[in-house]
């Protein structure tokens, strides 16, 4: 999906259009006729449109201008393309507003099944984070204390 057609900017940009607390999608200050072709203009546009966005409430804005600053970077690196990087973000965006804020919110139980499905949530995390893992770089620390809780479950 390497560089999204106008089409698809289009209809990611009209199906998220209107975005408040009470209607869970992304305000959109005005529609894209290309999508974004770097770096830059994907920061520029995630900003003007979510967090520096007139319903995007103001306590949200900094936290939101840091956290897109950083992913817009961190995917970068990892290889993918500004068009993708902002039609992941908004899709991330909108389920959390519409699943976490929302009027469906979802509440959590004292324990939880995965959904899977229909929409598979597990999926999408993965898939948004994949790209800002270096994964070559990576390390994994505090092994010990998973196999001291793993030997406390026994």
Do not use: W
Not at 12 to 21: A, C, E, R, V
């Amino acid at each position: 999906m390497r560089g999204l057609s106008v089409i698809n900017v289009i209809i990611l940009t009209s199906i998220t259009d209107g975005f408040t607390l009470s209607n869970p999608k992304l305000h959109t200050s005005r529609l894209l006729s290309t999508a974004p072709t770097t770096p830059a203009e994907a920061i520029s546009f995630l900003n003007a449109n979510i967090a520096n966005a007139p319903t995007t409430p103001p306590q949200l804005k900094p936290t939101l201008t840091y956290f897109i600053n950083e992913y817009v970077n961190a995917c970068t690196k990892g290889k993918s393309s500004p068009g993708e990087i902002v039609a992941s973000f908004s899709k991330c965006i909108s389920l959390a507003m519409k699943h976490g804020m929302g009027p469906d919110k979802y509440t959590f139980g004292v324990d939880h099944t995965a959904i899977r499905a229909p929409y598979d949530y597990y999926k999408f995390g993965v898939d948004f984070f994949r790209p800002c893992v270096d994964i070559s770089n990576s390390v994994l620390n505090g092994q010990e204390n998973l196999q001291k809780a793993i030997g406390e479950l026994s």
